[in-house]
Each structure stands twice: as C-alpha cells, then as structure tokens.
Nanobody, 121 residues
Framework: QVQLVESGGGLVQAGGSLTLSCAAS????????MGWYRQAPGKQRELVAA???????NYADSVKGRFTISRDNAKKTVVLQMNSLKPEDTGVYYC???????????????WGQGTQVTVSS
C-alpha cells in the first residue's frame, strides 16, 4: 500500500513563505514524477509544480519566480518552497506522484490527503 504524507501547510501573511513536504512510502520500484497541485473552493484542481524523472521541471505561470520544487530520490520526498505568497495562492495543496510498483508491472497515480494553505491580505 502506497502512502503520500504531506506536511507544512498553515496560515501566513501576504509576502511570507511556507515550505511543503511530501514523502512517499511503500514498495516503490521507481518514481516517474512527483509534484504539487492545489484547489480553491469552487475551482478546479490545478498544477502548481512537478518534477519528471529524466525530463523537465514544470511550474504554473502564476508561481514562476516565487516557488521552487525539489526532489530527494533517496528519501522519496518532494519539497515545495513557496515565497512571496499572495492571497490568491490560498487553497488545499495536494501531493501527486506517478509511481512504478515492483509487483504490479505498471505505473500508477497517487494523491495525498491535502494540506491547507491560507494567505491573508
């Protein structure tokens, strides 16, 4: 059973910073991609940032220059450093992973439970 454990959400003032962390556990053969999505009330879930193994790092246009994503393969952890936060960054942030499992012969997508980020004006 694969689990994605998220931490680091909270309440900050505009212009402040937060760091989100997501750790994957389970019988994981390899990591194809890991990243973060977010969802505000009444809006569709959207990509924030993602890392693709052997490929590029992708950021939403709205967070470029403010957020930085990094991955530690040994710890199976992805970290999102969020700086210069704005009220429009408020939402539930979800860790996402595309993983190859040793016993399943394929790749599968997993989601964390979500962590709340609130930015006050």
């Amino acid at each position: 059973q694969v689990q994605l454990v998220e931490s680091g959400g909270g309440l900050v003032q505009a212009g402040g910073s937060l760091t989100l962390s997501c750790a994957a556990s389970g019988r994981i053969f390899s990591i194809n991609a890991m990243g973060w999505y977010r969802q505000a009330p009444g809006k569709q879930r959207e990509l924030v940032a993602a890392t693709i193994s052997g490929g590029p790092t992708n950021y939403a246009d709205s967070v470029k220059g403010r957020f930085t994503i990094s991955r530690d393969n040994a710890k199976k952890t992805v970290v999102l450093q969020m700086n210069s936060l704005k009220p429009e960054d408020t939402g539930v942030y979800y860790c996402h992973a595309d993983l190859a499992l040793a016993t399943m012969g394929g790749s599968y997508e997993y989601w964390g439970q979500g962590t709340q980020v609130t930015v006050s004006s």
